[in-house]
């Protein structure tokens, strides 16, 4: 199992550049499945994972964007209270720290999809002998660019 590719795109906080944003992924029929917006008084983060993110990151670098892409941990959890608490102590217990985590639920799905950026790629060994289900990049987005 790998980790997984999260497109992370640096914005002024103005209003409309979130929206600039946006409306570039849909011109280019670019699917986000994922947002997570984090901010400062003068800048913003927006971490997106989305069905093409190499694509997505060509797309916004020519319109003008500051894009990277970074390698984070997708991980299915139960959808139920407690559900993220497992995963997060398991993780705790092996010493691998989260930095930042955000999540998504599929349409009628019964688990979340739990976007993990951790400090050590151990992190999937981890969650897999813990008996967590690991998502690879084959399930989330197009693996062809």
Do not use: W
Not at 44 to 60: E, F, S, T, W, Y
Not at 122 to 138: H, K, T
């Amino acid at each position: 199992m790998q980790m997984i590719e999260q497109v992370s795109v640096f914005l002024e906080n103005k209003p409309g550049h979130l929206a600039h944003m946006a409306r570039a992924l849909a011109e280019a029929q670019l699917n986000m499945r994922a947002l997570m917006v984090a901010d400062t008084s003068e800048f913003g983060v927006a971490r997106i994972i989305c069905d093409n993110p190499q694509a997505a990151k060509q797309k916004l670098e020519a319109e003008g964007f500051g894009v990277s892409i970074t390698q984070v941990v997708a991980v299915e959890i139960p959808d139920r209270p407690g559900g993220l608490a497992e995963v997060l102590e398991v993780l705790g217990a092996n010493s691998v720290n989260v930095e930042y985590a955000y999540a998504f639920v599929e349409p009628g799905a019964e688990v979340a999809i739990d976007v993990l950026k951790v400090d050590d790629r151990r992190a999937i060994e981890v969650l897999s002998a813990a008996g967590m289900r690991v998502v690879g990049p084959e399930s989330l987005y197009q693996l062809d660019v």
